[in-house]
Each structure stands twice: as C-alpha cells, then as structure tokens.
C-alpha cells in the first residue's frame, strides 16, 4: 500500500485525534469529573477574550516597568523611559493569543479540580460515560482553539529526504552487552540485600 502524497486528513479525524487525550482521560476518571473540567472549559471560552482585554493593560505596565528598570534602573531618566518603553502586547492578535493561555489555564485548573473532586472512576459504566464525556469536551475545546490559530484547510507534504545510514559494528555490539550485564549484576545485588 502506497501513501498518497500529499497526505490528507480530514478536518474530523484532525479534531478527533486531538480530543483523544481528553477522553482517555474522561475514561479514567468517570463521567462526574468530566462535568466539572466541561463547565470549566466553557467558562473559559466565555471569559478568556474579555479577561485578555482587561490584563492586557496591566500585562503592558509591567513589561514596561520592568524592563526600564533593567535598563536604566532608578535613574533620572526613569520616567521618561517608561513612557517610551515598548508594550508586550498592541496588537489584536496578541490579545488573542493571550486569551488562548488564559482559556487554558482556566481549562487546566478546571481538569485539576475535576481530579482533586472526584478523582477516579468506581466502574466500567462510569468510565464508558466519562470517555463520551471527554469526547464532547475535548471536541469543544479543540474547535474553540483551532479557528484562533490554524486557517484550515492546510496543507501539508511530505517530502522524501535522504537518511543518514545507521551502521552497527560488532565494537557497539559488544559495548551495549557489557552495558546491560553490568546494569543486569548491579540490580541482582540490590534485590538480594
């Protein structure tokens, strides 16, 4: 069998492969703790932009700040630095990026309260019901993180390039035996004491 060239994924698949994570996670800690990290994810959708917009201003001040301190520490020519002093985020796509890591440090202290909350599953049943879960939610968090930062459709090749040749002499061989007997004698001595 022959892969094509280029290779295509459907945008389905892409999203699907993404989300696995997510719901072997749901599989593993049950339907309940699922819940709790979907509210979480949610709520970070709705506030991740408006917050972004409202630190950045604080976020600036303190780059600011800091690095005219750097610069020309608590000189007399303080003021007039900082006034001059670049911003760390101006444009609305840097908003955007930092309402992306504000939407996943929401995301990420909810998954870790789901954990904390709940912990693990009791059954299989609650497992089967947590990786639906999961799947719904690591579905919502990838199409909310896909539109931010990728323009599909992408297209990707692969491109055949020439491999360095890996050659293996009997010297290396015989290094990677003593290695493993050595490892190999010093782990039976620990297990006898």
């Given at each position: 069998?022959?892969?094509?060239?280029?290779?295509?994924?459907?945008?389905?698949?892409?999203?699907?492969?993404?989300?696995?994570?997510?719901?072997?996670?749901?599989?593993?800690?049950?339907?309940?703790?699922?819940?709790?990290?979907?509210?979480?994810?949610?709520?970070?959708?709705?506030?991740?932009?408006?917050?972004?917009?409202?630190?950045?201003?604080?976020?600036?001040?303190?780059?600011?700040?800091?690095?005219?301190?750097?610069?020309?520490?608590?000189?007399?020519?303080?003021?007039?630095?900082?006034?001059?002093?670049?911003?760390?985020?101006?444009?609305?796509?840097?908003?955007?990026?930092?309402?992306?890591?504000?939407?996943?440090?929401?995301?990420?202290?909810?998954?870790?309260?789901?954990?904390?909350?709940?912990?693990?599953?009791?059954?299989?049943?609650?497992?089967?019901?947590?990786?639906?879960?999961?799947a719904?939610?690591?579905?919502?968090?990838?199409?909310?993180?896909?539109?931010?930062?990728?323009?599909?459709?992408?297209?990707?090749?692969?491109?055949?390039?020439?491999l360095?040749?890996?050659?293996?002499?009997?010297?290396?061989?015989?290094?990677?035996?003593?290695?493993?007997?050595?490892?190999a004698?010093?782990?039976?001595?620990?297990?006898?004491?």
């Amino acid at each position: 069998m022959t892969v094509p060239n280029p290779l295509t994924v459907d945008e389905l698949l892409f999203v699907v492969l993404l989300s696995l994570p997510i719901v072997i996670w749901g599989y593993r800690h049950g339907l309940d703790a699922v819940m709790i990290a979907v509210i979480g994810a949610l709520a970070g959708m709705v506030l991740a932009d408006a917050l972004a917009s409202a630190v950045s201003s604080g976020v600036n001040f303190f780059w600011q700040m800091s690095s005219t301190i750097v610069s020309v520490g608590f000189g007399p020519e303080f003021s007039t630095r900082l006034r001059e002093a670049p911003r760390l985020i101006e444009t609305p796509a840097q908003i955007q990026f930092l309402g992306t890591v504000i939407f996943l440090a929401i995301t990420y202290v909810a998954f870790k309260l789901a954990f904390k909350r709940v912990g693990g599953r009791s059954n299989i049943l609650e497992g089967v019901f947590g990786a639906i879960g999961g799947a719904v939610t690591g579905y919502i968090i990838v199409t909310f993180l896909i539109p931010r930062h990728l323009a599909l459709p992408q297209r990707v090749e692969i491109v055949e390039t020439q491999l360095p040749a890996f050659t293996l002499d009997a010297s290396v061989v015989v290094l990677i035996v003593l290695i493993i007997v050595v490892f190999a004698v010093q782990g039976s001595k620990k297990k006898k004491k």
